[in-house]
């Protein structure tokens, strides 16, 4: 089994920037996928950033490409989503989740999720 806690969520002004943290626990932590969700009031969730257990291979929905950067650090158990020039429309609960070695844009594919931090961009 994997734990996850998400952190780093915060209220910030757009173009701001913020840096969300997941760090998890249980020993398949380092050679499961990883992927960056978010969830908006009324909103399925969706995809947003994912990383293989290596960290060799990322992938952005084209909505944050350029502007997020997802990396890890096994040695740490943690998985960190790099937010710049944030807008208004990044307003969601973000959720890291664990899934299979390869990370994946489904959301069907993850088998373990934290609790959310709520990330609040103003105009």
């Known amino acids: 089994q994997v734990q996850l806690v998400e952190s780093g969520g915060g209220l910030v002004q757009a173009g701001g920037s913020l840096r969300l943290s997941c760090a998890g626990s249980?020993?398949?932590?380092?050679?499961?996928?990883m992927g960056w969700f978010r969830q908006a009031p009324g909103k399925e969730r969706e995809f947003v950033a994912s990383i293989s257990w290596t960290g060799g291979s990322t992938y952005y929905a084209d909505s944050v490409k350029g502007r997020f950067t997802i990396y890890r650090d096994n040695a740490k158990n943690t998985v960190y989503l790099q937010m710049n020039s944030l807008q208004p429309e990044d307003t969601a609960v973000y959720y890291c989740g664990a899934g299979g070695p390869r990370g994946s844009t489904y959301v069907g594919n993850y088998d373990y999720w934290g609790q959310g931090t709520q990330v609040t961009v103003s105009s």
């Open positions: 249980g020993r398949t932590f380092s050679t499961s996928g």
